[in-house]
């Protein structure tokens, strides 16, 4: 069976939120396959029948254990994307944390900002960053962000990538989080 797995990203279910389910899920299965296990078939309840009922019987019960397994194997597959997914972002964290903040400079024109943490999204298709003052910006806006440190970032260089922002949220501690996604022409 083939299984189609989601992408795990920071609009969608939350890798650690599909870990747990689906590992509750597989144990749930399990339960029902022990529950099916300790459940009486036996040849005796079948012989006053026509011939052949208790080989249909044991066949039948054979099918719902491969059923049961056939779940187990569905659900095992999701768990282990959600926590291949889960280390994938522990470790980009780790990476990201052990370097200093990054200057977030140029958001509209000339804001010098430190973003309080800077984060590359898992699948490396955008960025979020969390902000402690009010910066005036909402979705659909244009940043551009200097990824160096310690320098001015130059026009027209690689150290500076205009983003569009998908989102601004305000997080558990009152700062901002915007989520955002770099844009092919980077002349926005």
């Not at 080989?55 to 059923?67: P, T």
Request: some cysteine; glycine content about 6%.
């Amino acid at each position: 069976m083939t299984t189609t797995l989601p992408t795990i990203h920071l609009n969608g279910t939350g890798a650690q939120n599909l870990e747990e389910e689906y590992r509750a899920v597989r144990q749930s299965v399990s339960a029902a396959g022990d529950a099916l296990q300790a459940a009486t078939c036996n040849a005796r309840d079948f012989y006053p029948q026509e011939p052949g009922a208790w080989q249909r019987a044991r066949a039948e019960r054979d099918e719902a254990f491969r059923l049961l397994q056939l779940v187990s194997n569905y659900a095992e597959q999701w768990e282990a994307h959600a926590a291949d997914a889960r280390r994938a972002r522990s470790s980009a964290m780790a990476r990201d944390q052990q370097a200093q903040p990054l200057l977030v400079k140029y958001l509209f024109t000339a804001c010098n900002i430190l973003a309080d943490s800077f984060w590359y999204d898992s699948d490396g298709a955008g960025v979020w960053l969390t902000v402690l003052d009010d910066v005036g910006v909402d979705a659909g806006d244009y940043i551009k962000i200097a990824h160096e440190r310690g320098c001015e970032p130059r026009e027209g260089t690689d150290s500076v990538i205009c983003y569009q922002v998908s989102s601004v949220s305000e997080t558990e501690n009152h700062t901002l989080r915007i989520n955002a996604v770099p844009v092919a022409n980077s002349d926005a």
